[in-house]
């Protein structure tokens, strides 16, 4: 089972360094530079006028994120659909399997963690007024919880009552309580309850991997579930053979394609981009998280970097539309000039741009904290989309075509 495990996870690894390329590329860490630049100047801001005296929202806002912080991450078996007929007589031998998956997965949670905690230091220390040994312990709470959560998973494999409301409450019910008594009573105090709760959880973990057959099915749908939210996420900046758009008829949206039927190809394109999820709910995705985002933003210069952001994804992933119907024969004998395809997807995406560059910038000019500055972001907006659809498109077709 260790070499199973050791061949899987180098696999998984080299994945995972293969896409990083595509994620982290020049433009999205510049962006992510501003981002957190911007926000990490607004939250020093924020801790910067917390008064003497704790609000008594304080603690209760600290709890609720620290309880979120904790589902942060699954546990990364590995499994395969194969698994469940080729692994089936080592069943006995999965709880040494899962050993290294939790190892593996407690350690990349821990880091993550970690991080969270990080940022939210400045908070707890300035602030809740606690020093620094106190958000050290606090840390040793956080760590410890999150073990026991992946933990329950593990016991989830092999008994489905571990997955039932009851069981799912009365380990969050313990978690929450946990991190109440932490703030509110003792930070040891929590740290001795986590320990506890810990045990109790491993203690579980091997009873009932004798006791019980380990459910093949139910852990390789988790194991699936948690690399389709990987493979969506990747899929926001570059193709992944993963993921495949569902096809949907969308009758209602008829009436936006009715001005296309006369041209071939914008009648593709349009349908093609209605119809796959793919592109659409990827769009629908960025400009719903883009609004949200721009409605609370602190300043229009956030705003106006998260609109140029959300425009640029959508523009670069919708490129991809532009050769979809590449291995459709029966596109290539259509008589009409190549000229009239570019032009057709060139249209179509000014259109779905603008519309993007409408919602975005009437969200920005609503916000509470409208300002004449605001007024900027529409022009340079408006600029940035006159950019995507002329020079970044052309020099995309020129490689492509």
Known sequence: MNEIWNGRLKKYQKMLLRYSKYVFNDHFVLALLFFVGGLGLSYSNFVKSLPQKPFWWEQPTLIIIMFLIVQIGKLASLLEEADKVFLLPKDYQMKNYFKLVLKHSALVSFFTQLVFMAILAPFIIQGLKWQFWMWIVLLIVQCLLKFSYLS?????????????????????????????????????????????????????????????????????????????????FINMFTDVPQIVGQTKRRKFFDFLLRRTSKNVYLFLYSRSFVRQSGFSGLFLRLLFLASIIVFFSPNYLFSLFIICVCLYLIGIQLFGLYSIFEDNVFVHIYPVDESQKKLAFKNLLQKILLSAWLVTNVVAVATPRFEINYLLLPVISLAEVYLITNLFLGNYLKKNT
């Open 152 to 232: 329950f998973l593990v016991i989830g494999t092999y008994n489905l009552a571990a997955k039932s409301f009851s069981q799912q409450f009365l380990f969050h019910a313990a978690v929450m309580l946990i991190l109440v008594l932490s703030l509110y009573l003792s930070v040891i105090l929590g740290v001795i309850l986590a320990i506890v709760l810990a045990g109790i959880i491993r203690y579980y973990v091997d009873k009932v991997s004798q006791q019980h057959v380990f459910k093949w099915n139910d852990a390789i749908k988790s194991e699936k579930e948690r690399l389709m939210t990987l493979y969506r």
